[in-house]
C-alpha cells in the first residue's frame, strides 16, 4: 500500500515480555517517527530517525526501549522486560524530510497483562 | 514545559455550533501543522500554515496563523458529528531538517 504500515495492529503479552513492534514507511521518505500514545493522551515523542543520521533517542522512556531502522527504511521498536505502564498505542510517522508533514501508521495498541 | 500549549483540552458541543481551539507558544515557529485523530487511526494532516497572517479555509474549517508566527487557531463553523476527534497542532522545532513537536491536543465531541 501506499501509506505507514504498521504491524501487529494488537499486541497483549504478560509482563516482563520482549515485544517487537514493526513500521513499513511509506517509499522514499528519509524521515522515520516513534510516538507513544496513552489513552485520551497526545502524542509523547520516544525516537527519530533522518536518514544515515544517528537517531534521536531523547524521547526514550528508558534504557527497556530501543529502536532500529534497517536499510533506511523499516523500523522496528523492541520493549524489553515490559511492564503495566507501557500499555499504549504506539504510533509510527514518516516524513520526506524531518520538518515535513508527517503521514502516520495506524498504530500498535499495546496491552501488558 | 510544553512547546505548543493547547486549549481547550475537552470541548463537548451540540451539532451546528460553532467553535474554536488555539495552540500557543512562547517560541516563533516557521510554520504550523494540524492534524485529526480519529478513534482507532494514526492523526491525519488538515493543513499546514506557513506565512504569519496566513489563513486557510478547509470547508467548514478555517485555520489562521498569527502575525508572530507563534499561534494558531482552528474554528470550526456548524459543527457536524463527522467532525468528533483529537485536533493536533504541531510544529518544527527549530528550522530546517528537524522533527515536529506536538501539542497535547484539543479532544472534541459533537453531539447530534
Known amino acids: 500500500g501506499a501509506g505507514v504500515s504498521q504491524s501487529p495492529s494488537n499486541k497483549v503479552t504478560e509482563k516482563g515480555k520482549d515485544v517487537e513492534l514493526r513500521c513499513d514507511p511509506i517509499s522514499g521518505h528519509t524521515a522515520l517517527y516513534w510516538y507513544r500514545q496513552s489513552l485520551g493522551q497526545g502524542l509523547e515523542f520516544l525516537i527519530y530517525f533522518q536518514g544515515n543520521s544517528a537517531p534521536d533517542k531523547s524521547g526514550l522512556p528508558s534504557d527497556r526501549f530501543s529502536a532500529e531502522r534497517t536499510g533506511g527504511s523499516v523500523s522496528t521498536l523492541t520493549i524489553q522486560r515490559t511492564q503495566q505502564e507501557d500499555s499504549a498505542v504506539y504510533l509510527c510517522a514518516s516524513s520526506v524530510i524531518g520538518s515535513q508533514p508527517q503521514h502516520f501508521g495506524d498504530g500498535t495498541r499495546l496491552s501488558i497483562l | ?112
Open chain 2, 1 to 112: 514545559t510544553q512547546l505548543l500549549e493547547q486549549s481547550p483540552q475537552f470541548l463537548s458541543i451540540q451539532e451546528g455550533e460553532n467553535l474554536t481551539v488555539y495552540c500557543n507558544s512562547s517560541s516563533v515557529f516557521s510554520s504550523l501543522q494540524w492534524y485529526r485523530q480519529e478513534p482507532g487511526e494514526g492523526p491525519v494532516l488538515l493543513v499546514t500554515v506557513v506565512t504569519g497572517g496566513e489563513v486557510k479555509k478547509l470547508k467548514r474549517l478555517t485555520f489562521q496563523f498569527g502575525d508572530a508566527r507563534k499561534d494558531s487557531s482552528l474554528h470550526i463553523t456548524a459543527a457536524q458529528p463527522g467532525d468528533t476527534g483529537l485536533y493536533l497542532c504541531a510544529g518544527p522545532v527549530y528550522s530546517g531538517n528537524t522533527p515536529l513537536v506536538f501539542g497535547k491536543g484539543t479532544r472534541l465531541s459533537v453531539i447530534a
